[in-house]
């Protein structure tokens, strides 16, 4: 089958279209022929091998640990077979999955357990966006951020792929939501049901002295310092994304006081919440926004594309 692989870190120049073996599901597993991955910065992170302390974690300190990795890990696409243990999935079933396996290919293998089948009343492509960005942003508010309905939350980077899940899902909670992002995305956020949104090209948003009991920031551009301004008292500052080590270090640091806290979060998938956001997929509550699609051979473009910041949505590889 044709893959796109890296065998060093660097920039898109190192993705690869090649062939290489297909692959067999284990018992708990399922094979999806693909129709459509969804690209995320956790992907260009691990292509880059950058911050540096992800390569201990996972990658390998000087190259890739695999002789040939995969990148990719939301996959929607076509059951082709299913493991011995699988009863739920047959073959032809249309399916979204998380695979840990990297799915920037012509089939992938995916845990039972992260597989859901495709909603009705959406595509294959659009339910490619949902599992990565769908449940960052599902925890931020939700768990790390315990959002409450009434309560008024800041979600800087409101049309990003993790912050247009967030507006919708912030909505669906029942919060007040006031989104950050350039001047050309104005009208998508608030097509999503913003009830404010912020132009950050041509305002702070600290100017107006509005204050939050949640500020989502998915771009990792606000100073603990700033976050912390933006806070009621009890207030909570969840950061999405970053931009150096040094934040990560002083969000460690400085992050926590007794009148407010600013932390780091960390989405883990499990299943019941992959069915939450199918649920809300079919009461019409959540839409995927998809900004462009490449065909598989071109996944070097669009990573290249997406390390730019400026996707509206999601960036779609199609296959």
Not at 110 to 122: D, E, G, H, L, V
Not at 290 to 298: A, S, T
């Amino acid at each position: 089958m044709k893959a796109i692989v890296y065998e060093k870190y660097g920039g898109p120049e190192v993705l690869q279209l090649k062939e290489i073996e297909k692959p067999i599901p284990k018992e708990n597993e399922v094979l999806i022929k693909v129709k459509a991955v969804s690209i995320n910065p956790y992907e260009w992170h691990f292509m880059r091998g950058k911050p540096w302390f992800m390569r201990l974690s996972a990658s390998g300190l000087f190259k890739p640990k695999n002789k040939i990795r995969i990148l990719g890990n939301d996959v929607a696409g076509y059951v082709e077979a299913v493991g011995s243990a699988v009863k739920e999935f047959k073959s032809g079933d249309e399916v979204w999955a998380e695979s840990d396996f990297g799915s920037l290919a012509e089939y992938v293998c995916a845990s039972a357990n992260k597989t859901i089948s495709k909603p009705n009343n959406c595509t294959l492509e659009e339910a490619a966006c949902l599992p990565i960005a769908g449940i960052t942003a599902l925890q931020s508010l939700r768990d790390d951020g315990q959002l409450k309905a009434g309560q008024e939350v800041l979600i800087n980077g409101a049309s990003g792929g993790v912050g247009t899940f967030a507006v919708q899902i912030a909505k669906a909670l029942g919060a007040q939501v006031t989104g950050v992002c350039s001047g050309r995305n104005l009208d998508l956020v608030r097509s999503l049901g913003a009830n404010r949104v912020i132009d950050y090209t041509k305002e702070k948003v600290t100017q107006n002295g509005q204050t939050y009991d949640l500020v989502v920031d998915n771009v990792g551009n606000l100073s603990v310092k700033t976050c912390k301004r933006l806070l009621k008292p009890g207030g909570l500052g969840v950061i999405v994304g970053y931009q150096s080590v040094p934040h990560l270090i002083a969000v460690g640091l400085r992050g926590k006081t007794q009148h407010s806290k600013v932390a780091y979060m960390s989405a883990k998938t499990t299943r019941e919440d992959l069915l939450f956001l199918k649920q809300l997929i079919e009461e019409g509550k959540l839409q995927p926004i998809i900004d462009r699609k490449y065909p598989l051979e071109k996944t070097a473009e669009a990573m290249a594309y997406l390390e730019g910041g400026h996707a509206p949505g999601k960036v779609i590889i199609t296959v």
